[in-house]
């Protein structure tokens, strides 16, 4: 059986916007491991772009980008990084 990679770490960016939910990731990075999981939920529908470039550029690894449909409220976009 594979095992299920669980975030060290969750940041809570909801509500807010670009900038906010990667400068909000890029500390919490900061503060973790090489290889450890963070994991991220946005309402920022940027978010969707910003969070694999963010990862291309900085040398993590998106593990997974999913959308949470919210019926009468905001999309979350949820998404997770390894540490690179």
């Known amino acids: 059986m594979a ?9 809570d960016a909801k509500g807010l ?7 909000k990731a890029r500390k919490a990075l900061a503060g973790l491991r090489s290889g450890d999981h963070l994991g991220i939920d946005a309402t920022d529908p940027g978010a969707v772009v910003d969070f694999p470039a963010f990862c291309r550029q900085a040398g993590h690894r998106l593990l997974r980008s999913d959308v949470i449909a919210s019926p009468g409220a905001c999309d979350i976009y949820h998404f997770e990084i390894i540490k690179g």
């Open 3 to 11: 095992e299920v990679a669980v975030p060290v770490l969750m940041v």
């Open 17 to 23: 916007s670009c900038p906010l939910p990667i400068l």
